[in-house]
């Protein structure tokens, strides 16, 4: 049974190097019947026969390409591997793409929906139908739309997956603006600096064809989008192109950094800025794209009006606002070698197209202020005009496509104030970690609140807070956790929904990871394999029950489903958007869902699949994924067709091309252009919307001193900044605890501590310290390290999960089981009784489990810390360091709400509310999720 | 055909991804790996680096693994990938000292050794092992080191590459690309108390992990992450040395002394007669009881019958001592039956005593991970032992036979001498200047280190100097029992001895 090296039949496959004696993939034409030997037996050949089916990756937000390995015989996954035809992940995978085996095969997981049984967080609970749940849930829903309560109904959403307008639409239908999201603890600081520069919210770097890449960020071992970034930067590192990497601590994508700058965390603005003067100064930027494509004469018109409006006035300009940024001022507030800046300054420059730069979370997610870290780092791509360039950045749009569902409701008449409050009109997205705050204050309570891949109880600041409203029934009614397992939060629900994993589940993906634009298919892989042995079913939690799998479902039937029983004879207008699109009246499956977009909204796939004699969704089904375009740079200066100028209007200063009152092109040059969608349809030095929404001293890249400036510490009275935010390359926040693969390799999450402030404290590596926060305290162990700057603390947040009950409520590869105690009203204490054991389980690993520790759960002692402009909560500390004492016990938490209420009105000072300019509750222009209707925007409309 | 691995450290970004699905693909037990990336750092803030190495099997060409494989478990398939077939397997853990990788461990369910084998189960059907299709950054490639074409080859002609212990002669065909030279000499890394992300596992050699043993630090590179590597011999295989000297000596000694007395009258006498041999019997039995018992599948000890490998001295050294056996029991039947042993049966004995003593030179010879075990001087440690053991054991019996007393004072004096040479022969081993890294490591541990108190107070003052000095003190003042209680503490002394050597043969890190 040799198998021949064929040239691999996928498009994208193509692509890859030919295989030189041994192939990566058995070759897709065999794919459905594979034979191989098992490893079990061997070297006796005993063949096993399997079906490859392919899926997308659960676990970060990359959507890697994943082939399951299903047993013909026994129906089960024997395995993953990658999906060599994902033209995003190109067959490979991290750590994480194989350990979903283990979520799959959990022996803890959850197989039927539980219903909560006395108090909430009692820890009791009944096994109930799904009828029951779905009827109860939706019999709430159903009154709250018809009492008006909209903004009642919450559906809060981790990753990844089924998001974006796939959920939009279902919520859309409900006629709500109910969408919550955890983007404000992680990357909405990054989003609204690019996107006040772009439109457009994230970056799409070009590493592969780059000379030169700046991350202020780790892809090599995390993030958006860790494997297939880190493919490529490795790709571009070996074509000879130089990485530097600004991280305080030294993250293994910083050890294989050709500079490692360590700052200060929140100078980081300061360095980007002074590497931007060296480039002005020494004029090494790219005068013609800047002066092409910035809006340098809005900026000079609104800021100098009396000033000539010519472009060597604003270069001028920008020589004298960022005079004071020199390489030593910023050495001074990052601690980072002048010479070092100087050196990276200029071989950005000349690398000049071909600089690739990146920051997701890091610094804009750790101050205040981080958001102009993002503005800074974009402008440095602005300035040497690096901008949707071979080896540049793009903005993520011209990498990504999102094809259209049949039937969009349209955007609702809502607003809700619950998640976008109108002290945050520029957040970039929800002020979900602020919610406990908010219903506290008595803003409103929830009649169904769904939480779904997401944990805030443990992934949030102040999850204590969060605790104490999941608890009291009166703010919260009715809380149905989706979810394939245990968590902290789903301890605190009523309803706990078992939700497929990768393999379980339908969803569509699609990511900016490189210059292309692509899909990725996720798919049920059982269902897949036992409908192809003929079997039939209408929905894929019956495939699941037939396969063994409990009563699993996918989200898709369940905001089906549960919308039909919301709206059951069609009379609130819910029901018709989750009909059949082509037989009405039908409820609609997920195959003529996905069919008709795979037909209807995925350019050059329906040519695709029927040049294999496939339809597009049996093409989908076959591949999982689907290329549409590669390249996609200086999409902006595509000019306007003829045809979209007919009826628009020229404005005379600005050259901005308007239709319907809104922005739709831009002259350059005398060309009309697309441009980019801001404002001014450039790229913008100087926003005009932050001006006028009260933040004039923001409206150009500037430094902001965060809350963690250095000057703000007393090291020698014990004062240290805590990093809390990095991730390891095995864990995934808190969808990996129960991958014991992964567990094996990575259970703990010291405090990293340089030796000289070890030295201070007395302390050396695995001895305890007390860390102390505003709201309270956390002990764990420390690990010393050169890899820190002295006087800053670092901290993995993947681990320190835990349980309150000794059988049930999380997973035992991961969690320790605590105690907790309310000592005083809101004053909370946490003990571990015990940290990670053996147990016993159909696994027989799970009786070899070795490792003890769970971690420290440090995120229960941060208050929130909302940045009053992109609302991201800056998680950097300032934190009290102390040896620890006699009665401290490694884990030990103490969290007082009390305060942590109290520090949230403080940042809630800082804030500018709306209304802007036209009453507006935020400029409408800029990106919003899940956008309402337009009337929704204004104030007054709704007083 | 050869099949070799190229690991590319440029490459490489630390990720696990190697090690999470090579668990899949073999379904590797928790606690044990084919395959990991150790961590470590090096240099002060802000130069400090983090830099990865992928460990595992290196598919020698001249496997010490299979070598020392008694029942041919390893073996190399005609393309040279070092496979194994744990159906043969016997769990003797030989292999695990042999590899001077760590690359083998034993499985918890099977009992048996298991290690990397390429995905021999896909290279059979044409595909790239687990490791090399999931490695994000391409940093793993296997191919034909053959074929000038393929990746491998391509690869090693165009970049310096390193292997690693390359002086052991195994011929490794993994080699690495831009692999930090700290990761080429283990025993130099700085362990710490816990790893970066994770624990120490409480089954790791915890020898291994304990801090340098010499004052100052050798290297600045510090262990981050790694994983657990038992110690796979322990006292069970110190006891079985001890028991295979005490059975080996008695015999050599027992005709020593029939050779000097010069006295017809020994020759048939039951000390010489039917004691020494019964006692080389039961020791031989017990050798053998020890032997299976440390075995990890003890229900397949008779696979070395019938599985043989002829190159491993397990096998070799079986052979040797069902010879030895059976000649002792041969001995002593003639001697039951009173008839007097033929010369040829005393040749034939010290023959096969001293090759009972020797030959675990060789197996620990064949040991090729160890380095201590390759000392010069350690068969000529075990030759001697075994005189001080058999002359130990015979004194302590001697009062319980009427035997002449110039017959005892001849056992006396091999005794000291075979103490004296033996304790200066293991002082020099000791005191002698380290031959490799490794050396350091153990000999640190042994003078200095966690097993000092064994050694000094065990092997040496109360195995050596004190049996020296009491058997003296009895000859002087003609105290008998205290010369038994001498010869006592010899034999402890030489457990411990063994025990030390054992251990301290393990400790230093082989990855």
Redesign the interface.
Known sequence: ?????VPPLHPVAQTLDA????????PPARWDDW??????Y????VEKHYRLIPTICFNCEAGCGLLAYVDRETGRIR????NPAHPGSR?????????T?NQVTDPERILYPLKRVGRRGEGKWRRVTWDEALDDLATRIRSALKDGRRDEIMYHVGRPGHELIYNQRVLHAWGIDGHNSHTNICSAGARTGYAFWQGYDRPSPDYANARFILLLSSH??AGHYF?PH??RI?DG??RGAKLCVIDTR?S??A??ADY?L?TWPGSETAVILAICKIILEEELYDRDFVRRWVNWEEYLREEHPAKSCSFDEFIAALLELYKEYTPQFAARESGA?PGVIVEVAREIARAGHAFAAHIWRNAAAGNLGGWQVARALQFLSVLVGAVATPGGTSPSAFNKIIPSPPLMPPAPQAWNELTWPPEYPLAFFEMSFLLPHFLKEGRGKLAAYFTRVYNPLWTNPDGMSWMEVLNDEKLIERHACLTPTWSETAWFADYVLPMGLASERHDLMSQETQAARWIGFRQPVLRVALERQGQTFNNTWEAHRAAGFGEVWEEDEFWIELSWRIDPDGEMGIRKYFESPSQPGRKLTVDEFYGWMFEHSVPGLPDAAAKEGLTPLAYMRKYGAFLIDEGGYDAHEKPLAPSQLEGATTEATSGIISYNGSAVGVTVDGTVRVGFPTPSRKLEFFSKTLKDWKWPEAAIPTYVRSHVHRENFDIGRGEMLLMPTFR???LIHTRSGNA???N???????IWM?PQDAACFNV???DLVKVSTEIGYFVD?V?V??????GVLAC?HH?GRWRLDETSGGEKWSTALVDLQQLEPGQWRMRQRHGVRPFTSDD??SS??????AGVHQNLVFPVQPDPVSGAHCWHQKVQVEKAGRDDRYGDIFVDTNKSHEVYRRWMEQTRPAPGPGNLRRPLWLPRAYRPATEAFYLRRLT | MRYGFVIDH??C?????C???C?????V???VFRTWVKYI?K????A?????GVMRCNHCDAAPCVEICPTSALFYRPDRIV???N?RCIGCQSCMQACPYDALYIH??THTAAKC?F??????????P?C????????IS???LD?A???VSRLLASEKAASRKPHKGTDPKLFYLGIDGAFLQPSLMEP????????H???ANQYTIEPTASAEPLSSAQV?YDV?HRQAWDWMSALYLWTKSIAAGVLIIAILTLWSSGSEKNRTAPFFAIMSPAIAVLFTGLTAIFLIAHLKRPDRFYYILIKPNPRSWLVRGTWILMAYGAVAALWMALGVLRISSPPAIYALAIALALASAAYSAFLFGQAKGRDLWQSPLFIWILIAQTFVAGSAILLIVAPFFTTSTHAVALVESYFVLSLLINGSMILTQILMPPYSEDVRYAVNLVVSGSLRRRFWWGVITMGTLLPLALTVYSVVASAFAIEVLAALMALVGLFIFDDVWITAGQAPPLS
């Open positions: 049974m040799k198998t021949e090296i295989p030189a004696g041994l192939a990566s993939c058995p034979t191989e030997y098992d490893p079990t061997w070297p006796r050949k395995k993953f591997e990658g067959g490979r995978n991290c750590a994480k793409g194989p350990a085996l090599l071992e494997n880190a493919q490795i590192k070996s030294l293994n994508t050890s294989r490692w360590s070698d390891l390359p095995t014991k693969w992964l094996e390799i990575s259970h703990r999450n010291p340089h050396k590596t695995d162990r690990w390290t050169e890899g820190i700057r002295p993995s681990l027989p690993d070899r489990v070795w490792w003890e520790d | 440029n490459r970004i630390g990720c696990h991804a090690t999470v699905a668990k899949e693909e073999h379904d037990p928790v606690g750092e240099g002060h803030f802000p400090s680096r983090r830099h990865f496979d194994f077939d159906s918890p369910d084998n995905c021999a189960h896909r290279i059979e059907i044409g595909l790239e687990a090399v299709l999931v490695c994000p950054t391409r940093a296997a191919g034909d074929d074409e393929s990746p710490q108390p816990s790893h970066l992300f994770a624990a596992n409480p089954a981050v657990a």
